[in-house]
């Protein structure tokens, strides 16, 4: 079975510039973690999706950023502009959430430069 | 909400000795407590997780320990080796009663086993 996909690996943009995130979450699971790690920290939730609905955003700049998950599946970080304190990595997780926490899959990253 | 503290930054043993790193969160309500580790370029990965019914759960060279009284989880690695070098990152849930919702992560623990 196919794990957490994101992509691009990599991505190095301009400051200012747009740039989208996509990942795709394991099969079946009904929430989804945007995390952003930066160089020598833990990761940090932008924003959890059940199903569809975002349920906690509280820790999204919302100036900036926006994310979406539409029917529920595989979703899309963008940061419109960029800024250079935007560079980290930028983790998908998912999980099957019900009565108990279960564990959370991450992806590989999605390493953002910008310059 | 939660706060979780790890200890210590960086890790430093020889191949065969123990490793032992430290956690302390502060919301009484959390009862799951994920162990993750991360190898370079790559996501987090959990290794062990343990839930606040027990004190104690192992696998194999790896146990973690609870106390839910002083709020602290301990993660213990024995007869380590070089593979197991990476940083380790402890996590505590926050919100929807301690026991579903967002982890929040420790800010690791760099681990190098020296053959």
């Known amino acids: 079975e196919a794990g957490v996909v994101q992509s691009p690996r990599y991505k190095i943009i301009e400051k200012k510039q747009p740039v989208a995130f996509w990942c795709n979450p394991i099969?079946?699971?009904?929430?989804l973690y945007w995390y952003r790690q930066n160089l020598g920290q833990g990761p940090e939730l932008l924003i959890r999706y059940e199903n569809e609905e975002a349920v906690d955003d509280s820790q999204l700049p919302k100036d900036r950023f926006s994310a979406e998950r539409l029917k529920g599946v595989d979703s899309t970080l963008k940061i419109q502009p960029a800024e250079l304190g935007d560079s980290a990595v930028y983790l998908c997780?998912?999980?099957?959430?019900?009565?108990?926490?279960?564990?959370?899959?991450f992806g590989q990253g999605t390493r953002l430069t910008v310059v | 909400g939660e706060n979780v503290e790890q200890h210590p930054s960086t890790l430093s043993v020889q191949e065969g000795d123990s490793a032992v790193i430290k956690c302390t969160y502060s919301?009484?309500?959390?009862?799951?407590f994920p162990w993750y580790k991360q190898e370079l370029g790559k996501g987090p990965q959990l290794i062990i997780d343990?839930?606040?019914n027990v004190g104690e759960k192992k696998d194999q060279r790896i146990a973690v320990t609870l106390n839910k009284t002083a709020k602290h989880f301990s993660l213990h690695i024995t007869e380590t080796q070089p593979e197991d070098s990476a940083v380790y990152f402890c996590a505590a849930p926050w919100g929807y009663g301690g026991s579903q919702g967002n982890l929040i992560f420790g800010k690791g623990t760099k681990l190098s086993v020296k053959p």
């Open positions: 343990i839930r606040s």
């Open positions: 919301d009484s309500a959390s009862n799951y």
């Open positions: 099969s079946g699971h009904n929430t």
């Open positions: 997780a998912s999980s099957l959430v019900g009565v108990m926490n279960t564990e959370a899959f």
